[in-house]
């Protein structure tokens, strides 16, 4: 067969196209082989060095951002959270790997984020019935003179528990108490810790305040166990610090002045603003006989959210409309008293935005370091010399403390604490509602008590007292961890782990 030059050409042509197509395939062949040989022998977990390396930048990133630039707190992890990334990838690890690994985090903390959105509508619709302007009243009548510090830890109790903010009760009634407090010649510092001692208890308990719904999303448990599971620390703590305060008080010289006027005033405000009954009271009294008889807990929100609504519709008459706006964006109190609009203006499912916000940081974070093996490093370290679970319970004490006083973020405390014990807990038969309860005995009173935290300041600027002043009477703190460290060394009141939290171990 005879070609042609231009056959021959275009024979040339297709044989150095297959040639130049063999070669390309060999080479994308010959890169793909060595991305899954660096994929397999390049990756790698960080080590103990690193580990730590990687926590002091964490924490000089955290002080910077909410000390010195005044950054939220979910910016500041959003920061961690990239550069612990970058430093996985420096690893090896692709960015799938570690954002499957985040989606699983977040996935365990699903239900806690349901929840938060609950407590926005019960927060709204329980001021807008009445239910907790009500609660609040009825601790204005203990209020006496004679025994002020007892009645001023347990009205700040009270308060904080129903509207789970310590700050929000230490910049309005903590306010109205310091003065009553000068009126009646108790020693201010003495005054500022029985405040302190119960609006940061309710900060650290209550099913509405922030913490113990982060200390639930980071250890995937709900919010009534970890509530009822610190019954036997920050619950007997508490009668134990009321009791201080009530020999104390005894003993305390008081001054012949005895004007309660303050109190009258607010106990005024709300009879007027509120229609009161004892009806109110039955959303709190339904959620507790539920949560007791250990029915989900959403339904049981939902069904104190239901009746309180009904309340508010037939005792406060809301309307409809007023009632929705509540749930949505706060209820706006307008009693014409400051320190009752600034104690009653919250709630709604915009108020816990931005702390679902700072969970999915903290998640993303979380997510990051776990999979990059900061935690493991840092756990095997441990795991070498804790042994048992009284040291295991007294180490995150001491952790936990030590990451507040370093970073003065007690939400970073809770975080970081509760996922780096959480396989040594298993390991050692504990389950994670122990660690949450620790990590939440030792951190949220620290927020109120060391100066370079915001909490600290907002108390030493609201009730005009001096840094570490108040500091040694702030009972509620220290009786707290005495109970936390008692039940750990004697085992009492410690759980065993859920199936659940073994069955996520195990996958």
Same mark, same amino acid.
């Given at each position: 067969?005879?070609?042609?030059?231009?056959?021959?050409?275009?024979?040339?042509?297709?044989?150095?196209?297959?040639?130049?197509?063999?070669?390309?395939?060999?080479?994308?062949?010959?890169?793909?082989?060595?991305?899954?040989?660096?994929?397999?022998?390049?990756?790698?977990?960080?080590?103990?060095?690193?580990?730590?390396?990687?926590?002091?930048?964490?924490?000089? %990133?955290?002080?910077?951002?909410?000390?010195?630039?005044?950054?939220?707190?979910?910016?500041?992890?959003?920061?961690?959270? $990239?550069?612990?990334?970058?430093?996985?990838?420096?690893?090896?690890?692709?960015?799938?790997?570690?954002?499957?690994?985040?989606?699983?985090?977040?996935?365990?903390?699903?239900?806690?984020?349901?929840?938060?959105?609950?407590?926005?509508?019960?927060?709204?619709?329980?001021?807008?019935?009445?239910?907790?302007?009500?609660?609040?009243?009825?601790?204005?009548?203990?209020?006496?003179?004679?025994?002020?510090?007892?009645?001023?830890f347990l009205l700040c109790a009270i308060a904080s528990i129903v509207t789970g903010?310590?700050?929000?009760?230490?910049?309005?009634?903590?306010?109205?108490?310091?003065?009553?407090?000068?009126?009646?010649?108790?020693?201010?510092?003495?005054?500022? @810790?029985?405040?302190?001692?119960?609006?940061?208890?309710?900060?650290?308990?209550?099913?509405?305040?922030?913490?113990?719904?982060?200390?639930?999303?980071?250890?995937?448990?709900?919010?009534?166990?970890?509530?009822?599971?610190?019954?036997?620390?920050?619950?007997? @703590?508490?009668?134990?610090? $009321?009791?201080?305060?009530?020999?104390?008080?005894?003993?305390?010289?008081?001054?012949?002045?005895?004007?309660?006027?303050?109190?009258?005033?607010?106990?005024?405000?709300?009879?007027?603003?509120?229609?009161?009954? %004892?009806?109110?009271?039955?959303?709190?009294?339904?959620?507790?006989?539920?949560?007791?008889?250990?029915?989900?807990?959403?339904?049981?929100?939902?069904?104190?959210?239901? %009746?309180?609504?009904?309340?508010?519709?037939?005792?406060?008459?809301?309307?409809?409309?007023?009632?929705?706006?509540?749930?949505?964006?706060?209820?706006?109190?307008?009693?014409?008293?400051? %320190?009752?609009?600034?104690?009653?203006?919250?709630?709604?499912?915009?108020?816990?935005?931005?702390?679902?916000?700072?969970?999915?940081?903290?998640?993303?974070?979380?997510?990051?370091?776990?999979?990059?093996?900061?935690?493991?490093?840092?756990?095997?370290?441990?795991?070498?010399?804790?042994?048992?679970?009284?040291?295991?319970?007294?180490?995150?004490?001491?952790?936990?403390?030590?990451?507040?006083?370093?970073?003065?973020?007690?939400?970073?405390?809770?975080?970081?604490?509760?996922?780096?014990?959480?396989?040594?807990?298993?390991?050692?038969?504990?389950?994670?509602?122990?660690?949450?309860?620790?990590?939440?005995?030792?951190?949220?009173?620290?927020?109120?008590?060391?100066?370079?935290?915001?909490? $600290?300041?907002?108390?030493?600027?609201?009730?005009?007292?001096?840094?570490?002043?108040?500091?040694?009477?702030?009972?509620?703190?220290?009786? @707290?961890?005495?109970?936390?460290?008692?039940?750990?060394?004697?085992?009492?009141?410690?759980?065993?782990?859920?199936?659940?939290?073994?069955?996520?171990?195990?996958?």
């Open positions: 067969m005879n070609l042609t030059s231009a056959d021959v050409m275009v024979q040339i042509s297709a044989l150095r196209f297959l040639t130049d197509f063999e070669f390309l395939f060999c080479r994308l062949s010959h890169v793909k082989q060595r991305r899954i040989s660096m994929k397999e022998k390049g990756s790698r977990k960080v080590n103990f060095p690193e580990a730590i390396i990687l926590l002091v930048i964490v924490v000089f %990133i955290m002080i910077w951002t909410t000390l010195i630039g005044q950054i939220p707190t979910a910016v500041g992890l959003v920061y961690c959270a $990239a550069l612990c990334g970058i430093y996985g990838k420096i690893l090896g690890h692709t960015w799938d790997e570690m954002f499957k690994n985040i989606l699983h985090v977040v996935h365990g903390a699903l239900p806690a984020i349901f929840l938060l959105l609950l407590v926005g509508f019960i927060s709204a619709s329980w001021i807008g019935s009445g239910t907790i302007p009500y609660m609040i009243y009825l601790g204005l009548e203990l209020m006496h003179p004679t025994i002020y510090l007892f009645s001023a903010s310590s700050w929000a009760i230490v910049s309005s009634l903590g306010i109205a108490l310091i003065g009553i407090a000068s009126g009646l010649g108790v020693p201010l510092p003495i005054a500022a @810790g029985a405040i302190v001692s119960g609006c940061f208890l309710g900060d650290k308990w209550s099913p509405l305040s922030d913490t113990p719904n982060l200390a639930a999303a980071t250890n995937r448990r709900d919010i009534v166990q970890i509530f009822t599971s610190m019954i036997p620390t920050s619950g007997i @703590g508490a009668i134990i610090a $009321a009791a201080a305060f009530l020999i104390l008080g005894i003993f305390l010289p008081h001054s012949a002045n005895t004007d309660t006027s303050g109190i009258e005033i607010l106990k005024s405000g709300l009879q007027d603003s509120f229609s009161f009954n %004892i009806f109110l009271l039955l959303p709190v009294i339904l959620v507790f006989i539920l949560a007791a008889r250990k029915v989900a807990i959403m339904p049981v929100l939902a069904g104190g959210v239901a %009746i309180a609504s009904i309340e508010a519709l037939l005792f406060q008459k809301m309307s409809l409309v007023d009632l929705s706006s509540a749930m949505w964006n706060g209820y706006v109190a307008d009693t014409g008293n400051e %320190i009752l609009d600034s104690l009653l203006s919250r709630g709604g499912v915009m108020s816990v935005a931005e702390l679902i916000m700072l969970l999915f940081a903290a998640l993303t974070f979380a997510g990051i370091i776990e999979k990059i093996g900061v935690l493991d490093a840092i756990m095997e370290k441990l795991l070498s010399i804790i042994h048992n679970r009284p040291v295991l319970i007294f180490s995150t004490i001491l952790t936990t403390i030590l990451t507040v006083l370093l970073s003065s973020s007690v939400y970073v405390a809770i975080i970081l604490n509760g996922k780096m014990y959480e396989k040594a807990y298993n390991k050692l038969e504990l389950d994670n509602i122990v660690l949450a309860r620790t990590t939440l005995e030792s951190s949220v009173y620290l927020g109120g008590m060391i100066p370079w935290s915001g909490g $600290a300041m907002l108390v030493i600027s609201s009730l005009n007292v001096a840094a570490w002043s108040y500091v040694p009477w702030v009972f509620g703190f220290y009786a @707290g961890l005495l109970m936390t460290i008692i039940w750990g060394f004697t085992g009492h009141f410690s759980a065993k782990p859920l199936p659940d939290t073994l069955s996520d171990e195990e996958t």
